[in-house]
């Protein structure tokens, strides 16, 4: 049962080569709002360079990505993020010399505009937009469960509780579209089971639209209302979670097929 | 007293008292304490109470309370007993088997609960609770889907209550003054270190005139700071953070989690704290921990102090004057260790500080007063109240104190300890059985085993049915032997055996995985799992060490002879524990029977199968060796 919401983002013909080798062929798909979509395949199959495209990262060589009817396909990562894309990454990128809190503070960096003398001593009005942008950042910290971590460096924590942060601090940016890139890898049960909570909490609550790529085929069938699958960079399904499973192209990638 | 006095009554007179001058509580919520002034805090009470009212609580209903510790507990239990109901406390960590079973014989009409968490676990079971009327929540977090119309918001309830003032001005007021001393306030249910937990019931009476015993003996001021995180569902709690703070205005502090209270501690600086055995226990054990992991200078400079401290402590106690030099190295020691020591533990502010509801090692109170801590040890239960704690100067480690002014001891022919005064409680709820069974002649039994000293120190030695005797006759005491076991750094818990047909002590132990893995990584001993690492060889001989350490202290027929270093940690989920972390004997001794056999064999292995359930429902065996090691040689 399709909803029936306006399209955020859609990816038309996408098209991405590196050399001779080609990693996407003729991506379509369309995210509509409020909807968890997840991206699954095999490994190498253009699951992360969907994403790599849709922040910037990549310049396809064809076709064309609009979010919410403007045209991003050249713009830069930055002015992408401002315009309310937000991601994690597969290798958790944070400043791991900095807490938390800093951590997350940095993350709101494209919300501040400072005046530079009024920053510098931190009077008035600076002072004032400080504290919000410190309650929205607590708010996050409430909303995953971070406060025990607040002030701790991130180099000395352990895996799951990064991913986590990383998560925080792609939502600090407060998206309207947030892409996840395998946020369950390296996870242990419990700490999946946390984080596929938090997930669906972000979704309840903040009304985002969300891209999951994601290995764990359990945690995909169960919170995405919508499946892609690729194979060596094509789009070979698209479809509920209950299709997908019954797709014959989808377990030949997945399972191989008899000789 | 005044005889009329209830808590509810007590709030409004702090409140008329203070009014918007004082803070009430503070509360650490997105990273910044929130304050509460007892105005604020009597008008949260009064329009939840209204709230319930109006959701039709009448006297002589039960509200369940379970969560974990927030103003929002505070505000329900004192709302519920305005109208002249019944608050029953639950534990936040029980299975939704236990709070089934907490909800269905309490009968109760209203369940106040914390979070998404514990609101699941009362949604699976509520079909089976006819009574359940209403479920409020105050954490709305992860619940904005929830569409189940039993479900209501503390926010909302409080709503209500603004709307129903309007149309009965006045009425909560009627209903405070209403209220009686002898009304029941709670429900509190015995750990049930044996069977099934039953409900003490415990009067305003109960609760304020023992608390008021308490107050007196150490002067409480309305300045000081204490930090909430005791589970209110314990009867401590219920006498400290409730009644206490009615009585001397100190203000509560509520930890923003579980994980941070430590954290808070710190921030706050308490001057009054209430921890565990378990608590005390394991922040002696993480100081000893950090200290065997610390450079050579600072190992020597701790050890160093810690021998002056030490002494200078035993001198005080003996009353005797420490020489100057003494006096001069434990200042210094004062400065350069134990200062920066307890500013990391949070126990710098400390004016006292308070253990009690079960047995500990009198080296942890030692320990401790040390450090400069004024560390006092209490004795009571949920039936009792507190009937003894220590004073000022007058600390005794082996000793539970003197016994409170409005509490009588007496002993039994055997020695059990019987207690009667305003303490102890009206009787278990439905269950008049028991309630005949432990009074007796207005005394009640309290199980406990003990005497009073020359000082007029009670000494409480062990639970009746715990104290056992060898097959050649000798008394001993499991408890006695297993608080000085877990003094050990390496080891966590522990159950010492014995028994009539027994020639001999013997031992499980439970080593405890962080200190002995740290111990294990510094010697380069490889290790995958916590059932690895406890049957190395050398981690076996690390134990036999600690316990022949405990065993020269120990006369000879209750000595520890032969153990077993078990593959698994007791657990509160498995029921081995209870939720208060006490062991459940006889049901250990029951899942172990096999390895406790092998104790009492001549084997020196055996082999078990440990049961392991994998996530898509198959049950697998995991089998190990098992060793079992004698410490002491037999004499021939």
Redesign the interface.
Do not use: A, D, H
């Given at each position: 049962m399709e909803k029936q919401l306006k399209t955020i983002l859609k990816l038309e013909d996408l098209n991405l080569s590196f050399g001779s080798l080609s990693a996407l062929l003729n991506v379509n798909f369309e995210v509509k709002q409020n909807q968890i979509l997840s991206i699954i395949g095999p490994n190498g199959a253009g699951k992360t360079c969907i994403l790599n495209c849709i922040n910037g990262f990549y310049r396809p060589n064809r076709g064309r990505i609009f979010f919410e009817e403007k045209d991003i396909t050249r713009l830069s990562s930055p002015k992408i993020a401002k315009l309310g894309i937000a991601r994690t990454f597969q290798n958790i990128q944070l400043f791991i010399g900095m807490t938390t809190v800093e951590n997350l503070m940095a993350a709101r960096h494209i919300h501040l505009k400072p005046s530079p003398l009024a920053a510098a001593i931190f009077f008035g009005w600076e002072r004032k937009k400080e504290i919000k942008h410190r309650r929205i950042v607590e708010e996050i910290i409430d909303f995953l469960d971070l406060e025990p971590y607040r002030k701790k460096v991130v180099g000395t924590l352990a895996y799951g509780l990064r991913k986590r942060i990383d998560l925080a601090r792609a939502l600090a940016l407060e998206p309207e579209l947030l892409l996840l890139d395998e946020p369950m890898a390296g996870m242990n049960t419990e700490e999946k089971e946390d984080m596929t909570r938090f997930i669906l909490d972000i979704y309840e609550l903040r009304k985002i639209s969300i891209i999951l790529v994601e290995h764990d085929m359990g945690v995909v069938m169960d919170i995405s209302e919508r499946i892609i699958v690729m194979d060596f960079g094509h789009k070979i399904a698209d479809g509920a979670p209950k299709e997908i499973k019954r797709n014959p192209k989808v377990l030949k990638a997945y399972l191989g097929e008899k000789d | 007293m005044n005889p009329d006095e209830t808590l509810p009554k007590l709030l409004r007179k702090r409140a008329e008292e203070y009014g918007n001058r004082k803070i009430a509580m503070r509360e650490k919520k997105?990273?910044?304490w929130e304050e509460y002034t007892w105005s604020e805090y009597y008008r949260k009470v009064k329009y939840f109470s209204l709230g319930l009212l109006s959701l039709g609580l009448k006297k002589g209903d039960n509200v369940a309370i379970l969560g974990e510790n927030k103003p929002e507990w505070f505000w329900a239990e004192l709302a519920a007993q305005a109208v002249g109901a019944i608050v029953v406390g639950i534990f936040t960590d029980c299975l939704p088997s236990e709070v089934m079973f907490y909800l269905s014989h309490s009968d109760s009409k209203i369940v106040v609960a914390y979070d998404q968490e514990q609101i699941d676990k009362i949604l699976e079971i509520k079909d089976s609770l006819p009574l359940l009327e209403k479920v409020i929540f105050w954490d709305p977090?992860?619940l904005?889907?929830y569409k189940d119309p039993i479900l209501m918001s503390f926010d909302n309830v409080l709503g209500l209550g603004e709307d129903y003032e309007k149309e009965n001005t006045g009425v909560y007021e009627k209903h405070v003054d209403r209220g009686n001393s002898d009304d029941i306030a709670v429900l509190c249910y015995t750990s049930g270190t044996t069977g099934e937990p039953k409900a003490a019931m415990l009067s305003h009476h109960n609760l304020i005139s023992n608390a008021r015993g308490w107050f007196d003996a150490d002067r409480f001021k309305d300045t000081e700071d204490y930090v909430s995180f005791v589970p209110p569902a314990w009867i401590t709690e219920q006498l400290l953070g409730i009644a206490c703070s009615l009585l001397s205005g100190f203000n509560v502090n509520f930890p923003?989690?579980p994980?941070?209270v430590q954290?808070n501690i710190c921030e706050i600086g308490s001057h009054i704290l209430f921890y565990g055995p378990r608590l005390w226990e394991n922040l002696n054990r993480m100081v000893q921990s950090k200290i065997m992991d610390s450079s050579f200078m600072r190992r020597f400079l701790y050890n160093l102090f810690l021998k002056v401290a030490y002494r200078i402590v035993e001198e005080g106690r003996n009353k005797t004057n420490a020489n100057l030099i003494w006096k001069i190295l434990n200042y210094l020691g004062y400065w350069i260790v134990f200062r920066p020591l307890r500013n990391k533990l949070g126990l710098l502010r400390v004016r006292v500080a308070y253990l009690g509801g079960a047995a500990i090692s009198p080296d942890v109170i030692k320990y401790f007063q040390a450090i400069g801590v004024n560390i006092k040890q209490l004795y009571g239960g949920s039936e009792q109240g507190i009937v003894s704690m220590h004073r000022d100067n007058q600390i005794k480690p082996h000793s539970s104190g003197t016994v409170m002014p409005q509490v009588e001891v007496h002993f039994s022919s055997e020695g059990e300890i019987m207690v009667r005064g305003v303490s102890v409680f009206k009787g278990y709820y439905k269950n008049e059985k028991a309630t005949k069974e432990k009074m007796k002649d207005g005394w009640f039994l309290t199980g406990d085993f003990g005497y009073i000293d020359d000082d007029g120190h009670l000494i409480v030695i062990d639970r009746m049915d715990d104290v056992s005797e060898l097959a050649d006759g000798q008394k001993f005491s499991p408890q006695y032997v297993e608080v000085r076991l877990r003094f050990s750094p390496f080891i966590k818990d522990c159950l010492v055996l014995g028994g009539p047909h027994r020639r001999f002590v013997g031992l499980l132990v439970n080593m405890d995985i962080q200190n002995v893995g740290l111990w294990a990584e510094k010697r380069h001993i490889n290790y995958t799992t916590f059932i690895d690492l406890s049957q190395k060889a050398q981690v076996i001989e690390l134990i036999k060490q600690e316990i022949i350490k405990v065993n020269q202290t120990l006369p000879e027929w209750n000595q520890v002879r032969r153990f077993i270093n078990l593959q698994k940690e007791f657990d509160a989920d498995e029921a081995e524990l209870t939720r208060t972390r006490k062991l459940r004997r006889t049901f250990v001794e029951e899942r172990f029977k096999d390895l406790i056999q092998a104790v009492y064999s001549d084997q020196d292995e055996i082999m078990v199968e440990t049961p392991i359930l994998y996530?898509d429902g198959r049950k697998g065996f995991v089998k190990t060796n098992i060793f079992i090691t004698n410490v002491w040689e037999k004499k021939s």
């Open positions: - | 997105l990273g910044i977090k992860g904005w889907n923003e989690e994980e941070t954290e996530r």
